[in-house]
């Protein structure tokens, strides 16, 4: 497993590397997807069981990245998908430089879908386009409904929101129809799926929509 050490993007235009890692993508038929949450919320467990379920059909690449540890990287290589681990040299999000330096040290020819695992962070991360072909934001329940009234920007910049750890539902007073009913009133075209990783609650629908969307990418979609 390979471990990268990115630091700030020297480039001034981020939106332009944005614009051309997505170009580069989309050459290379791959979609790229930026997973967005706050730390804790379940996206390597979500991720692991994605693998675990698409991996016959669909070739994956996960870049993990973190302020440290490697410990992601290495839970992912033994779900049986190519993994790198990135280090943010302190920073609490990805860029678009750093997101093209890390796929370019990544064997990722083949692959149909990368996924970027963000750091851990409401804020940051939805602030910078990482030049992603799509953005999905995870709550879990634990976190409450209140989420999209506290964090506005990740919430309106996502093309997915994945309600993650519904089988915790009864220890948790999440109110799952006013979640969605703020989060709509932020974003009304955004894809909301409600699931649980661990009894498989609601994967289908979201693995159906992946695939879509990585056909759709490819050039191959109906």
Partial sequence: MKVI???????????????????????????????????GSGKT???MKLIHDMKENVQIGVMEADIDSSVD???????????????????????????AEGIHNMNSEGMDVIFLENVGNLICPA?????????????????GDDKPLKYPLMFETSDALIITKTDTAKYFNFDFEKCRERVRRLNPDIHIFEVSAKT??????????????IEDWKGTGE
């Fill in 5 to 39: 050490e990115l630091h700030r993007s020297v480039t001034e235009s981020n939106d332009r590397d944005a614009d051309a890692l997505r170009e580069y993508m989309k050459d290379k038929k791959c979609l790229l997807i930026n997973l967005m949450s706050a730390p």
């Fill in 45 to 47: 467990t979500l991720l």
């Fill in 73 to 99: 990287a290495e839970r992912i290589t033994t779900a049986g998908a190519m993994s790198i681990q990135v280090h943010t040299d302190g920073m609490c999000h990805m860029d678009a430089g750093m997101t």
């Fill in 127 to 143: 602030e910078f386009d990482t030049g992603a072909g799509k953005n999905i934001m995870i709550l879990s329940v634990p976190e």
């Fill in 200 to 213: 498989g609650e609601g994967m289908n629908e979201l693995e159906e929509w992946l695939i879509h969307e």
